[in-house]
C-alpha cells in the first residue's frame, strides 16, 4: 500500500488524533513539514493525503510559496481519486483548489463550540455518527464558499462552512477534532490568553473525533477497494 503523506504547517499543529487512527489501521503515515521545507511528495505515489491547519491564511502564497504547491497537489490528489482530508487551514486550501472563494470572515472564532450537522451532514458516512450536533475546537477567521460539486456537512452560529464532502473520500473540516493531550500541550503556548481549552474540554472533543476520523479512514478504504 502507497503511503499517506500528511502536510504540517507549524511545529505545533500536528495530526495528532488522526495519525492514531491511521496507523490503528495499518496506515504508513509519513509527516512532511512544511515549516522545515519538507518537499511535497507527488500525488501518484501516495495512497492519501491529509492537509493540517495552521496559522497563514490560504492566499498567502508570496510570504509562503508552498501554500500554492499545496493547492496543486490537493487539486491533483482529487482528480486521481484519492483519499482526502483538509482540517481548517488544509480545508480552505482544499476549497480552492475546487474552485471556491476563500476569504476572511467578520470575527475569530476561537474555544470549544458545537457544530451542527445538515441534513446530508446527518446522513454522512463520516459525520454522521457523531452528530445531530458534537463539539470540537475553532481556531480561525478564514471561511470559504462551498466548493462546485460538493456536499455542505456541518455548520457553527458564527461561520455556516465548517464541513463538506466531494464525492465519497474527499473531506474538508473546518474544525479540530484531532486534539490528543499532546497536541493540546503544543498548542497551549499559541492560543490567546484565557481561550477556554482544558484537558477535560479536550477528552470531550476526542470523544467525538476519534471515531470521526476512523470513519474517514475506514469510509476512504473501502472506497478506493471497491
Same mark, same amino acid.
Given at each position: 500500500? $502507497?503511503?499517506?503523506?500528511? +502536510?504540517?504547517?507549524?511545529? /505545533?499543529?500536528?495530526?495528532?488524533?488522526?495519525?492514531?487512527?491511521?496507523?490503528?489501521?495499518?496506515?504508513?503515515?509519513?509527516?512532511?513539514?512544511?515549516?522545515?521545507?519538507?518537499?511535497?511528495?507527488?500525488?501518484?505515489?501516495?495512497?492519501?493525503?491529509? +492537509?493540517?491547519?495552521?496559522?497563514?491564511?490560504?492566499?498567502?502564497?508570496?510570504?509562503?510559496?508552498?501554500?500554492?504547491?499545496?493547492?496543486?497537489? @490537493?487539486?491533483?490528489?482529487?482528480?486521481?481519486?484519492?483519499?482526502?482530508?483538509?482540517?481548517?487551514?488544509?480545508?480552505?486550501? @482544499?476549497?480552492?483548489?475546487?474552485?471556491? $472563494?476563500?476569504?476572511?470572515?467578520?470575527?475569530?472564532?476561537?474555544?470549544?463550540?458545537?457544530?451542527?450537522?445538515?441534513?446530508?451532514? $446527518?446522513?454522512?458516512?463520516? @459525520?454522521?455518527?457523531?452528530?445531530?450536533?458534537?463539539?470540537?475546537?475553532?481556531?480561525?477567521?478564514?471561511?470559504?464558499?462551498?466548493?462546485?460539486?460538493? +456536499?455542505?456537512?456541518?455548520?457553527?452560529?458564527?461561520?455556516?462552512?465548517?464541513?463538506?464532502?466531494?464525492?465519497?473520500?474527499?473531506?474538508?473540516?473546518?474544525?479540530?477534532?484531532?486534539?490528543?493531550?499532546?497536541?493540546?500541550?503544543? /498548542?497551549?503556548?499559541?492560543?490567546?490568553?484565557?481561550?477556554?481549552?482544558?484537558?477535560?474540554?479536550?477528552? $470531550?472533543?476526542?470523544?467525538?473525533?476519534?471515531?470521526?476520523?476512523?470513519?474517514?479512514?475506514?469510509?476512504?478504504?473501502?472506497?478506493?477497494?471497491?
Amino acid at each position: 500500500m $502507497r503511503p499517506w503523506c500528511v +502536510v504540517q504547517h507549524v511545529a /505545533w499543529e500536528g495530526p495528532g488524533l488522526i495519525a492514531a487512527e491511521a496507523r490503528a489501521r495499518g496506515l504508513d503515515l509519513r509527516v512532511h513539514r512544511m515549516d522545515l521545507g519538507d518537499p511535497l511528495p507527488a500525488a501518484d505515489t501516495l495512497g492519501g493525503l491529509v +492537509v493540517m491547519g495552521g496559522p497563514m491564511g490560504a492566499g498567502e502564497t508570496i510570504a509562503y510559496p508552498h501554500l500554492a504547491a499545496e493547492r496543486d497537489l @490537493l487539486a491533483s490528489a482529487v482528480s486521481q481519486g484519492l483519499p482526502v482530508l483538509g482540517v481548517c487551514l488544509g480545508a480552505q486550501l @482544499l476549497a480552492a483548489a475546487l474552485g471556491a $472563494r476563500v476569504y476572511r470572515g467578520a470575527s475569530l472564532e476561537i474555544g470549544i463550540g458545537d457544530v451542527q450537522l445538515t441534513e446530508e451532514g $446527518r446522513r454522512d458516512a463520516v @459525520l454522521g455518527k457523531a452528530g445531530p450536533s458534537f463539539p470540537a475546537v475553532h481556531w480561525h477567521q478564514d471561511t470559504f464558499d462551498l466548493p462546485p460539486g460538493c +456536499v455542505h456537512l456541518a455548520s457553527s452560529l458564527p461561520y455556516p462552512q465548517q464541513g463538506f464532502r466531494l464525492g465519497d473520500r474527499v473531506y474538508g473540516l473546518q474544525f479540530h477534532s484531532e486534539l490528543d493531550a499532546d497536541l493540546l500541550r503544543s /498548542w497551549m503556548p499559541h492560543l490567546p490568553e484565557r481561550t477556554p481549552i482544558d484537558e477535560v474540554a479536550r477528552a $470531550r472533543v476526542a470523544r467525538a473525533g476519534s471515531p470521526l476520523f476512523g470513519r474517514f479512514f475506514d469510509t476512504a478504504l473501502a472506497a478506493v477497494r471497491s
